[in-house]
Nanobody, 127 residues
Framework: QVQLVESGGGLVQPGGSLRLSCVVS????????IGWFRQTRGKEREGVSW????????FYADSVKDRFTMSRDNAKNTVYLQMNSLKPEDTAVYYC????????????????????WGQGTQVTVSS
């Protein structure tokens, strides 16, 4: 059984930082693609960051490039999303999602590409 469990969300002031974690069980991140998505009420889920299996190539949405960094600990089968210089528009529920295989470049931002999802963690950026 595959499970993804996110943690690390919370309330932070604009300009602050948070680090999200996603512990994955049931599949190996060394061979699977994984992504971070976020969703606010009334809007579609949007992709934020992605990491492929193997060498661990990372990709970022333009809205978070140079502010967010995705990393992976193979020994813990855990991925992280370091979020710096947070803005109020980053407020959302953040989800990690995994594919059973490596990412298909060109469609990594599509929700339908992912087989497994976590329950989400709330991030609120507000003064």
């Amino acid at each position: 059984q595959v499970q993804l469990v996110e943690s690390g969300g919370g309330l932070v002031q604009p300009g602050g930082s948070l680090r999200l974690s996603c512990v994955v069980s049931g599949i190996s991140l060394e061979y699977s693609g994984i992504g971070w998505f976020r969703q606010t009420r009334g809007k579609e889920r949007e992709g934020v960051s992605w990491m492929n299996g193997g060498k661990g190539s990372t990709f970022y949405a333009d809205s978070v490039k140079d502010r967010f960094t995705m990393s992976r600990d193979n020994a813990k089968n855990t991925v992280y999303l370091q979020m710096n210089s947070l803005k109020p528009e980053d407020t959302a529920v953040y989800y990690c999602a995994a594919r059973a295989t490596i990412l298909r470049i060109g469609v990594i931002d599509q929700v339908s590409e992912y087989d497994y999802w976590g329950q989400g963690t709330q991030v609120t950026v507000s003064s």
